[in-house]
């Protein structure tokens, strides 16, 4: 039995069927998007994304080739109380797809082999590309998901959802919506605010800062995934800046997992002291660096500083920050 950071509930689960299982905030997330009559899961592993579907839809039917994975998702269906699950040990390519009576489809196919994340469809498992024409030949809607990090090229929507893991991983997934249950081209959605921002396609026109404003902003994963900080940077009245966002006034955004404010710029060999300038005691590195040279840099750092300020430097853009807390009251962009 195994919860940790993903169910609000212990559930039976093997390592690896946990590690592929759907945390509860976003498979809830994306029944909200999947509710109907019957709901037809192709993969559905331990169960993660099935009871999902089975608290808002009227049935579902669940398949997994794996027999192990239907018993432990039938006892996780039972332990959340659910009955309206019908359980097929079968691949999914052998099922009759006519025959089944459910109003739409979803699949989450495996993305991991040998222990490691894939990046790419033709290496999910079931293929992607085949679970595509599989489920479009006989639904009008349905929905895919997919490696974040994948190149897609089928015209459907593409979500990105960022949700906070308590182990504190910045995690994103992306969910491919077809037919009729696609709302834009591409979408973001950070969880639990449930803030969303949807474009056909990325036009935003505002020209990038060329210097940082008073704060500045770290996007989500779901964000950077998604290419989507200059169309972020437009619905808040912002500019986009390297890898932040900037505005003059204090924003608010469940898009934003920091805020800064903006305190200087550095040059490599005067670090120490614009730090001291600041009344620094302690810093937090930012930057493309190992673990080991990271701390290394810290402890040599802040051995020469004797302030009392905490400031966080970024390293390969030369900037010396502050952080703002993140108001934790829900709901925040428009
Ligand atoms: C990522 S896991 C699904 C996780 C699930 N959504 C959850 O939240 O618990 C993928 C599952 O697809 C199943 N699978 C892989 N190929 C399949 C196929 N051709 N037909 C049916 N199931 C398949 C695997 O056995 C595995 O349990």
Redesign the pocket.
Known sequence: MKHYDKFSRELYADDE?YE???PEVV?DYRASRLRCGTAL??????????IALAKVCENVIA????AE?ISM?ERNALLCGLKNIKFVN????ACDLKRLEADLAFA????RRDGKRVNSLDET??DTARLVSFLGGRFEGFCIEAPSTAEISYDCEREYVSWDSRRGKRECILSLYFGRLRRCGISAVALPTGDRIEVEEHTAERSDADKPRDYLYEPKVCIKRASMERDLAESLDCSFYGPFLTSDSLLKSGFFENRFAFLSFFERDRLIEALRALGAGKVVLRGKMQPEEQMRMKEEIERRLDGERKLHVFVDEGIICESLSIPQNGRSHP
């Not at 398949?63 to 794996?66: A, E, L, P, W």
């Open positions: 069927g592929s299982a759907t498979a899961d192709c993969c559905c592993g331990i169960g993660g994304d099935t398949v997994d080739k794996s994975r998702a079968s691949d999914i390519f989450d196919p495996q993305r498992e079931p």
